[in-house]
């Protein structure tokens, strides 16, 4: 199984990002998927969640900013940001959970005017 992160990048406060994860070798509405972040001296956390049947949970920080999808037919897990703060700025990892843990290579988003 892997894991294939994008869309990360520079954005001004209060701009937004979209990153995918495209999943290969597994099916992402058959396990729970995820995505977390580490700024540089912190540990990971937990952004974003989805179970397997679809219910989500956010972290108190990102809540009503950031939406968890996924896309069945794409195989992919998305995560929308929205009203980014130089706060936000780490390496966002994609992960899936389906007996094993997977995770993908990380992608940075920075937040910065």
Sequence with gaps: VQ?????????????????????????????ALGWFRQAPGNRRELVAGMTGDGNTNYSDSVKGRFTISRDNDKNTVDLQMNSLNPEDTAVYYCYMQQVYEFWGQGTQVTVSS
């Design 3 to 31: 894991l294939q992160a994008s869309g990360g990048g520079l954005v001004q406060p209060g701009g937004s990002l979209r990153l995918s994860c495209a999943v290969y070798g597994a099916i992402v509405s058959r396990g």
